[in-house]
């Protein structure tokens, strides 16, 4: 991956050229993204990442040409737009996308649920921040309830082994660090 960073705006400008490219060749394509692009935007417009996590939901020819291309023009790794986390989603459907609708592409973003459940299972430092958005973006109280939402969606249908209590023990430390930051999470953590 390269160092370059992508903000709200440039990662729209970015899936609306890959669009454009799509509609000149009468294609079109469904991406469902996650991570830091579905945190910039959906949840923290100030957001930025290394690269586009997505999962192809539907394509009619001519995506990937049309990434490759804007990788290209604009200087970008050949891996601002992948499907590495794909590994690392619930095999439950998320019901609760934000849909962006760009001509020839249709960017959908993993509801706040759906993040948390990813966020908490891997619990990269980026992770503490962004969870605390999401936690608030909820109204998540307690850390059994956020563990709650992890465990629903990475059920016994995922392939892997999690002790549930690994997700507890994520959740507390998010709220341990934000009440160490002075941002509690909770009215009595």
């Given at each position: 991956m390269s160092d370059r960073l992508l903000g709200r705006d440039e990662a729209i400008s970015l899936l609306q050229e890959v669009g454009k490219i799509l509609t000149s060749k009468g294609a079109e394509a469904t991406i469902y993204v996650v991570g830091g692009i579905a945190m910039a935007l959906e949840?923290?417009?100030?957001?930025i990442t290394r690269d586009v996590d997505a999962q192809i939901?539907?394509?009619?020819?001519?995506?990937?040409?049309?990434v490759s291309?804007?990788?290209?023009?604009h200087g970008l790794d050949p891996e601002w737009l992948n499907t590495s986390a794909v590994a690392f989603m619930s095999?439950?459907?998320?019901?609760?996308?934000t849909d962006i609708n760009l001509p020839g592409l249709r960017v959908s973003v993993a509801s706040a649920r759906?993040?948390?459940?990813?966020?908490?299972?891997?619990?990269?430092?980026r992770d503490m921040d962004d969870l605390e958005v999401l936690f608030r973006s909820e109204g998540i109280s307690s850390p059994e309830?956020?563990?709650?939402?992890?465990?629903?969606?990475?059920?016994?249908?995922?392939?892997?082994?999690?002790?549930?209590?690994e997700s507890l023990y994520a959740a507390r430390a998010v709220f341990e660090r934000a009440a160490q930051l002075g941002r509690p999470l909770a009215e009595n953590p």
């Open positions: 949840y923290d417009s100030r957001r939901r539907n394509d009619t020819g001519h995506f990937w040409e049309a291309q804007v990788a290209h023009r095999n439950e459907p998320d019901t609760a996308t759906h993040l948390i459940a990813m966020k908490l299972r891997s619990l990269r430092a309830e956020a563990a709650a939402i992890h465990d629903e969606l990475f059920g016994e249908s995922n392939i892997g082994y999690f002790d549930p209590e």
